[in-house]
């Protein structure tokens, strides 16, 4: 690592626990890699608010990536967020620009990334979405304000924070949003016409990797499966997808980008992907 | 350096400015030598209680050194301080205790530790002290606390200054305490009975490298001198009691120290003195 001196800018990841963040580790790869001057951490935290004075009373903590369970609650201490990030109701990075605080989102974008990089075609197309949770917040309102989808339909059990989503969608995009419960009916009629399945819920991560959502029998080769699940590397949705011969697209490329998103705000200089997807896939390789 | 991972303990130094602190160059390099999980940073800071309310939050932000302008404000903000150091009435050190902050001093238990580890005998001295200000008063209170030194004598323009610490010195400790104001003819006395002369105050620094306040005809070779500032490294003060055949402490053995004691206290290992000596030595010959 470069050494550090009194221009050394700060960056950290907050959240609890931490102890298996991989952000240290690519962060740090992708300044060294650029000869940058700064240093990334990993700090267990559980009072935002606190954590926060800090960041604006230190100023040279220029960045800070937040996670678990932190995401939603730290969006009161920061001093600007885009109305996109307000709409999907949480923020994942919180940039120090001057006296300000801004927070921001970029899984939304990282996925919308992840897609377009892997030549994922969205314009006209027809997106199942499998959950409503947080991480389908951001990818729901990213697709719908940032493409010209055909018709986004959204699939979970909880009643409740599919209404929620569906209406924030309805009001806060021009996009064509349909939602409905999970019975093996939805499913199969919603699979018929889907183009892209993304998987938002956390079924088939580890170490419930026996799950999958989808029936295999419902697969079609043409259409192109996405799970935000990146461990395992591949899930076991991916696995049934890929040999039923359809394109998938791995949770991991929109880690790798949601991470370069924040590396670019955080040092204003074009992240190295390739540099930060090695270091992922040697960490992901490591702990399995 | 050690790359740095989610139990990276993370240590800084706040201050304004801090452009200049050597504390990043020497805490890393002990870290790197001793390979512990550590890491230090530069922090510039006015609202320190904000700082301290991160440090709080963060419960991997392990140790704090506190530099001028903080060093009596940081006193506000810490849970616990021992009973010495709020005589002293500054702390340069917070330390991370599970829940709690604990401040407390090192400058003074560092002159202490320069002084002996050079062989200089303080029980039974008299001591002459120029300066009673910041490290003036923590000097006094570790020697008065910690020797049984036979006098101790103040002297310093800001008569408020002096009369303060000399009554703080009788109220908190039980040694002999004198204090006069500076005139040629205090000097002269004081100089004609004193055992080990310290300077505290800013006189000979950089720029002002020409300046002394002793005039080298009142020095006999049997005293011994200390100065506790180290820019120059050699001030006109100690090249001076040098030539008159005086053994010398440069302030830079104090500074060593008070890191060295800091380091401790936020590692709980034995400091490489070595190491942290030889980056000193190298930092300020490259600023001077």
Redesign the interface.
Same mark, same amino acid.
């Given at each position: 690592?470069?050494?550090? %001196?009194?221009?050394?800018q700060?960056c950290?990841v907050?959240g609890n626990p931490?102890?298996?963040?991989l952000s240290?580790?690519i962060h740090?790869a992708a300044y060294e890699f650029l000869d940058l001057n700064f240093?990334?951490?990993?700090?267990?935290?559980? %009072?935002?608010?606190?954590?926060l004075?800090?960041?604006?009373?230190?100023?040279?903590?220029r960045g800070m990536s937040v996670t678990i369970p932190h995401k939603i609650e730290v969006m009161k201490y920061v001093d600007e967020i885009a109305a996109v990030d307000r709409n999907i109701g949480s923020i994942n990075t919180v940039v120090h620009e001057q006296d300000k605080l801004i927070g921001l989102g970029t899984d939304g974008m990282g996925a919308l990334k992840a897609l377009v990089d892997n030549g994922v075609a969205i314009d006209g197309k027809n997106i199942l979405m499998l959950g409503a949770g947080g991480v389908a917040r951001a990818i729901a309102f990213t697709l719908a304000l940032n493409t010209r989808l055909k018709e986004l339909s959204l699939i979970d059990i909880n009643e409740n924070q599919l209404q929620e989503l569906t209406t924030d969608l309805k009001a806060g995009t021009d996009a064509v949003i349909k939602s409905g419960g999970v019975s093996e009916n939805t499913l199969s009629t919603e699979m018929e016409k889907a183009d892209l399945i993304i998987n938002c819920t956390p079924i088939g991560m580890h170490p419930n990797v026996d799950a999958s959502l989808i029936p295999p029998g419902l697969f079609r080769p043409e259409q192109v499966v996405f799970d935000v699940v990146y461990t395992p590397l591949e899930t076991k949705l991916l696995a049934e997808a890929k040999s039923c011969g359809l394109k998938t697209i791995p949770g991991v490329e929109m880690f790798i980008n949601q991470a370069a998103l924040q590396f670019e705000h955080f040092t204003g200089v074009d992240a190295p992907v390739g540099v930060m997807r090695r270091v992922v896939m040697e960490q992901l390789d490591h702990q399995s």
């Amino acid at each position: 690592m470069r050494s550090i %001196d009194c221009n050394t800018q700060v960056c950290a990841v907050i959240g609890n626990p931490i102890a298996h963040s991989l952000s240290p580790a690519i962060h740090n790869a992708a300044y060294e890699f650029l000869d940058l001057n700064f240093v990334y951490v990993a700090c267990p935290v559980e %009072d935002v608010k606190g954590a926060l004075a800090g960041m604006r009373a230190i100023k040279n903590f220029r960045g800070m990536s937040v996670t678990i369970p932190h995401k939603i609650e730290v969006m009161k201490y920061v001093d600007e967020i885009a109305a996109v990030d307000r709409n999907i109701g949480s923020i994942n990075t919180v940039v120090h620009e001057q006296d300000k605080l801004i927070g921001l989102g970029t899984d939304g974008m990282g996925a919308l990334k992840a897609l377009v990089d892997n030549g994922v075609a969205i314009d006209g197309k027809n997106i199942l979405m499998l959950g409503a949770g947080g991480v389908a917040r951001a990818i729901a309102f990213t697709l719908a304000l940032n493409t010209r989808l055909k018709e986004l339909s959204l699939i979970d059990i909880n009643e409740n924070q599919l209404q929620e989503l569906t209406t924030d969608l309805k009001a806060g995009t021009d996009a064509v949003i349909k939602s409905g419960g999970v019975s093996e009916n939805t499913l199969s009629t919603e699979m018929e016409k889907a183009d892209l399945i993304i998987n938002c819920t956390p079924i088939g991560m580890h170490p419930n990797v026996d799950a999958s959502l989808i029936p295999p029998g419902l697969f079609r080769p043409e259409q192109v499966v996405f799970d935000v699940v990146y461990t395992p590397l591949e899930t076991k949705l991916l696995a049934e997808a890929k040999s039923c011969g359809l394109k998938t697209i791995p949770g991991v490329e929109m880690f790798i980008n949601q991470a370069a998103l924040q590396f670019e705000h955080f040092t204003g200089v074009d992240a190295p992907v390739g540099v930060m997807r090695r270091v992922v896939m040697e960490q992901l390789d490591h702990q399995s």
